[in-house]
């Protein structure tokens, strides 16, 4: 009796560990509270309510998804950048049939912030827009230690830029784009020059970009389909999607690492 | 008489089911097995595609460092090096080898760059930074999934059974985009 019982410990220990194993596995990831994920506490519920709002109409007219989330620390994972890959391959943010999914991200004990981007979008949404959306919307209040309000001006900007890319209008719901891409650049001369450079810049590389992610079309879709254009029912997993919107699950959109990072 | 008949009609009949299974058996084998290997290739290809736009962005980057620092020669040379190994490499290991040295060349231009304050808060410059770093990061991403792929797919042409036939396909073990990491820690910069 008392010999089964000992041989037995290493295998329960054995079992015991593979369930811890799994568990921390799981851990590793946190499921989505909705568009905005608050896990870090830092947005006041009404900094919540404008993403929200901006997210939603903006995935009915184009059928993009923006998902916001701050968390206090990504470990275990070595940096933002595998993080934020991580988490929105694993939520599928965006419509799978067009991989048009961004994730703004924060994390607050190592004072970094990241916009992943989904493949559909890298077009629209190019790393050096990104990392503008960052320096002149997102920054300047996170410094300040308006977190909530950083966010709100990045989901603007991203929404901004989108919304220009299918010609819809959201700027009653506060989307707009960083000042370059109108013309107007912070301090320095040869403003012209620079916007036409950059102008060059982004249809020499966007164009291109849009184009890999159909090449690996077969490989990376997931069995389900997400709706594409505006469709309400796009998320669909859990079945809610009524007239007013709603979280109802991402889209199972794609991400190859595309975006930028900034420490604040 | 008529029961050995019958006998030898049921050991064909088995026989004949046994070679029909065990055909259909063996062609959803190699029907899985080309389908992982054209997965490790797909993978390769994202890599392949990721390396090639950072060596698109390269140009633009090297000229507009140029403009403010044209007399940092040999960094420049350095990088006009590695871009054209990377074009010639032709095997994962050669690919893998000009990668670093692409790597180490430009990790030395942006400490180069810390010594022009200017350029680092020039808007061209921050915007192809920003586009480096985050084809930098997609070429980590394309090569961890591709290191997953052949992962699977070197795991099932070892094992049993599809051991067995997998030579006979020509389906060979990959290899893996593997990094030194000794090499991939800071470079040594010199300043004389």
Partial sequence: ?264 | MRHKKYTWLIAAAVILLLLVGGFSWYVGQRNALIALEESVNGAWSEVDNQLQRRSDLIPNLVATVRGFAAQEQQVFSDIAEARSRLAGAQSVSETAESYQQMESALSRLLVVVEAYPELRSNQNFIRLQDELAGTENRIAVARQRYNNSVQSFNARIRMFPASLFAGGLGLTQRDYFEIDQQARSAPQVNFD
């Fill in chain 1, 1 to 264: 009796m008392k010999l089964t019982d000992r041989s037995l410990l290493p295998v329960l220990a054995l079992l015991m560990l593979i369930v811890a194993a799994a568990g921390a596995q799981a851990q590793q990831l946190p499921a989505p509270e909705g568009y905005v994920s608050d896990f870090a506490g830092v947005i006041s519920a009404d900094e919540a309510l404008r993403m929200q709002t901006l997210i939603e109409a903006l995935r009915e007219a184009t059928g993009a998804e923006v998902a916001v989330v701050t968390v206090d620390t990504f470990a275990p994972f070595g940096s933002i950048e595998q993080f934020g890959v991580a988490l929105a391959q694993q939520w599928g943010v965006g419509a799978a049939s067009q991989d048009s999914g961004a994730i703004l991200l924060l994390a607050m004990s190592e004072r970094q912030v990241r916009i992943e981007v989904g493949y559909g979008l890298e077009g629209v949404l190019p790393d050096g827009r990104v990392g503008a959306v960052l320096d002149q919307l997102v920054l300047p209040a996170l410094r300040e230690g308006r977190w909530g309000e950083g966010l709100v001006g990045g989901v603007e900007g991203i929404a901004g830029y989108i919304a220009a890319e299918y010609d819809v209008d959201l700027a009653q719901y506060g989307a707009r784009a960083p000042q370059t891409a109108t013309g107007r650049t912070g301090s320095s001369g040869g403003t012209s020059a620079e916007v036409l450079f950059f102008l060059l810049l982004v249809m020499f590389f966007g164009g291109g970009r849009f184009f890999w992610p159909l090449l690996f079309l077969g490989s990376r879709r997931r069995g389900y389909f997400g709706g594409g254009f505006g469709t309400r029912s796009a998320g669909g997993v859990f079945g809610s999607g009524g007239r007013s919107g709603g979280f109802s699950g991402f889209g199972g959109g794609g991400f190859g690492g595309g975006g930028a990072s900034r420490g604040f």
